[in-house]
C-alpha cells in the first residue's frame, strides 16, 4: 500500500508562485508514472501533469508554460512549480500514480488564488 502525502500549498495573489510537494512511500516510486491532479471547487477532479518513470512530461493546455512537474526518485517525491498562478488554478491539488489505477488518495493541498 502506497501512502501519498501532498504540501506546500496556500494563499496566493494571482500572478504569485507556489510549489507543491508531494511524498510518496514504497519502493516502486522511481518505476511509476507520477500526476497531479487537481479539484476546483463544485468540479470534478481533473489531471493537471504528469511526469513518467523516464522523466517525460506532459501538462493540460491551461497551465503549459506556467507549471512544471519534477521529480527526485531518491526521495520518492513529486514537485510541482507552479508560477502566474491565476484565479481558475485554485482548488484541492493531489498526486497519484497516472496512466493506471490510482492508489488511495492522499489529503491534498489547498492552493487558493486570490487577491
Known amino acids: 500500500q502506497v501512502t501519498l502525502v501532498e504540501s506546500g500549498g496556500g494563499l496566493v495573489q494571482p500572478g504569485g508562485s507556489l510549489r507543491l510537494s508531494c511524498a510518496a512511500s514504497g519502493s516502486i516510486f522511481s518505476f511509476t508514472d507520477m500526476g497531479w491532479y487537481r479539484q476546483a471547487p463544485g468540479k470534478q477532479r481533473e489531471w493537471v501533469a504528469q511526469?513518467?518513470?523516464?522523466?517525460?512530461?506532459n501538462y493540460v493546455r491551461s497551465v503549459k508554460g506556467r507549471f512544471t512537474i519534477s521529480r527526485d526518485d531518491a526521495k520518492n517525491t513529486v514537485y510541482l512549480q507552479m508560477n502566474s498562478l491565476n484565479s481558475e488554478d485554485t482548488g484541492v491539488y493531489y498526486c497519484n500514480r497516472a496512466g493506471a489505477i490510482p492508489w488511495a488518495w492522499g489529503q491534498g493541498t489547498q492552493v487558493t488564488v486570490s487577491s
Open positions: 511526469i513518467t518513470s523516464h522523466g517525460i512530461t
